[in-house]
């Protein structure tokens, strides 16, 4: 399925006294990467919330298998787990510049629209674009 690569540097504010990337910052690290990965299909977040779309995360899952540190810079590979459907679900992993893995996750989003805040299914924009990858 549709895989991305999303590189950051790990900011001084991000860890904690030792150096550390505090353990909280993870999850907006992921969103980091499910951000850039719709990006590459061309369209936004912003997009879909114009278009009566909201994507709420239900589930978050992460397994820690090394620290980050201050300065590191990290690259974030997102890959959506199946075709959506009214939940779109991704994996992620992330790395060090050494290669190294530090973190296993997933999440699991829900399409719903803005309105009538009831679960929708995937809009088919989105779904048109993941025929074509």
């Known amino acids: 399925m549709k895989k991305t690569f999303t590189n950051l540097r790990v900011r001084y504010g991000e860890t904690d006294k030792m150096g550390i990337v505090y353990y909280g910052n993870y999850a907006l690290y992921l969103e980091q990467g499910r951000t850039e ?72 989003l829900v399409f719903v629209n803005s309105t009538t805040k009831k679960l929708m299914k995937a809009p088919a924009y989105l779904l048109e674009k993941l025929k074509d990858e």
């Open 37 to 108: 990965w719709l990006r590459s299909l061309g369209f936004s977040y912003k997009y879909m919330e114009d278009n009566n779309v909201e994507l709420p995360v239900v589930n978050l899952n992460i397994d820690f298998k090394k620290p980050a540190f201050y300065d590191d810079v990290l690259t974030i590979t997102t890959t959506l787990k199946k075709t959506p459907e009214v939940r779109i679900e991704f994996y992620y992993e992330i790395h060090n510049q050494e290669s190294k893995l530090l973190v296993e996750a997933t999440t699991t």
